[in-house]
T-cell receptor
Framework: DTGVSQDPRHKITKRGQNVTFRCDPI?????LYWYRQTLGQGPEFLTY????????KSRLLSDRFSAERPKGSFSTLEIQRTEQGDSAMYLC?????????????FGPGTRLTVL | KNEVEQSPQNLTAQEGEFITINCSYS?????LHWLQQHPGGGIVSLFM???GKKKHGRLIATINIQEKHSSLHITASHPRDSAVYIC???????????FGQGTRLTINP
């Protein structure tokens, strides 16, 4: 499978714990995006990378959230001191600069439940 | 008010019916995406369009740039079409997508 992959698919954690999610983009894609989707809503933008550089961060990305893409390939999203409000689906997408209108390809998502 | 609004939020229909889902946006866009999300979360891109009309199988997407409106139509709907359909706007000069809240479609046999 050469699509976008995310790991884990599901994560249940207790409030106050730290969690880390991983996204592996399509191999030649140089842009990687993180989105968050709460129940019954459309996804909301969190941040995006071009290669290893984090170029934009949403105000939704509080100081408890950090994202990295150290070698310009896979990315990690860490949430520290999780809160119940962090419960959501975290979606990753990737794209290739130069493709028309920057078409984004989505992964299956990581569903986080904070108890 | 969200920059991208969809209607209806929920739609239930019988198998075979013609389905229309609407998307209106309040900002200039460079392209609009229609996405499908099945239970479990994975999102699949259906269409990306910046003008006119596109067709793929039983799915048709149209966009009117002047009216800032797009529609997704499904002909001869089938229970396997049951999913959440999301429109997303690609803003000029921006890399992120701005999403509508989604339309939950249920097709009953």
């Amino acid at each position: 499978d050469t699509g976008v992959s995310q790991d884990p698919r599901h994560k249940i954690t207790k409030r106050g714990q730290n969690v880390t999610f991983r996204c592996d983009p399509i191999s030649e894609h140089n842009r990687l995006y993180w989105y968050r989707q709460t129940l019954g809503q459309g996804p909301e933008f969190l941040t995006y990378f071009q290669n290893e550089a984090q170029l934009e961060k949403s105000r939704l990305l509080s100081d408890r959230f950090s994202a990295e893409r150290p070698k310009g390939s896979f990315s990690t999203l860490e949430i520290q001191r999780t809160e119940q409000g962090d419960s959501a689906m975290y979606l990753c997408a990737s794209s290739l600069v130069g493709l028309s209108y920057n078409e984004q390809f989505f992964g299956p998502g990581t569903r986080l439940t904070v108890l | 008010k969200n920059e991208v609004e969809q209607s209806p939020q929920n739609l239930t229909a019988q198998e075979g019916e013609f389905i229309t889902i609407n998307c209106s946006y309040s900002v200039g866009i460079s392209a609009l995406h229609w996405l499908q999300q099945h239970p479990g979360g994975g999102i699949v891109s259906l269409f990306m369009l910046s003008s006119g009309k596109k067709k793929h199988g039983r799915l048709i997407a149209t966009i009117n740039i002047q009216e800032k409106h797009s529609s997704l139509h499904i002909t001869a709907s089938h229970p396997r079409d049951s999913a959440v359909y999301i429109c997303a706007a690609h803003l000029p000069g921006a890399q992120k997508l701005v999403f509508g809240q989604g339309t939950r479609l249920t097709i009953n046999p």
